[in-house]
Structure formats: structure tokens, C-alpha cells
């Protein structure tokens, strides 16, 4: 079955950190892009990151550069997204998704995406 399985969200106080996981199928984790999308009350679902294991290319929307790193683990086909710095801002649901294209998540592209979790809750009290 093709999937992807997110871990990770929670309660944290600004300032704080959180680390969320994606673990993909096997041939999603190999070829595709993986990453980030999220979406707060109100607003539309945004590209936050996204890596690509074959050669560790990654992309950051500019609310997140310096704040947020993600990374891969190629034995447990997972991608981590490590937030630090967090701000009440980054209140949302982080969706973790795929596609061979990382410019849906470049451009935020929601509609025609390769693969979607269900959606972890990430809150940011101040």
C-alpha cells in the first residue's frame, strides 16, 4: 500500500522545538521529492520544504530559512523536518507530502500533488 506516515506534532511554546517525521514507501522515499506542506485556520496549504534523497537537494520557503532543516534517513526511508525558533505563526497542520516535481511544493501547488499524509497538528502558544 502507498503511503506516507506522519509522527511528530504537538503543543510547544514559542521559542520551543518540535521534530516532525514522514516515513514514505520505498520507491516514493527513492524518487521523489518529499517534504512539507501546511496549513493554518483561515488560510491556504503552503509549501514549507522539501528534499529529494537521490542527491539531498532541498528547498525552504522564506518564513522557515534559518529556522527549519530537513533531512533524510535512507535505511528507514524517513524524512525529518527539525523546527527551532518556533513562532505562533507556525500554528498549523503539517501535511507531509510527495511528488516527482518539487516545484508543487516550490510553488505551492496543491492540486495534482503525487501523495498526501493525513496531517499532523502543530500548535505554537505565546
Known amino acids: 500500500e502507498v503511503r506516507l506516515v506522519e509522527s511528530g506534532g504537538g503543543l510547544v511554546q514559542a521559542g520551543g522545538s518540535l521534530r516532525l517525521s514522514c516515513t514514505a514507501s520505498k520507491f516514493i522515499f527513492d524518487d521523489y521529492a518529499i517534504g512539507w506542506f501546511r496549513q493554518a485556520p483561515g488560510k491556504e496549504r503552503e509549501g514549507v520544504s522539501c528534499i529529494r534523497s537521490v542527491d539531498g537537494s532541498t528547498w525552504y520557503a522564506d518564513s522557515v530559512k534559518g529556522r527549519f532543516t530537513i533531512s533524510s534517513d535512507n535505511a528507514k526511508n524517513t524524512v525529518y523536518l527539525q523546527m527551532n525558533s518556533l513562532k505562533p505563526e507556525d500554528t498549523a497542520i503539517y501535511y507531509c507530502?510527495?511528488?516527482?516535481?518539487?516545484?508543487?511544493?516550490?510553488?505551492?501547488?496543491?492540486?495534482?500533488?503525487?501523495?498526501w499524509g493525513k496531517g499532523t497538528l502543530v500548535t505554537v502558544s505565546s
Open positions: 507530502a510527495a511528488d516527482e516535481d518539487s516545484d508543487y511544493f516550490r510553488y505551492g501547488r496543491v492540486h495534482g500533488m503525487g501523495y
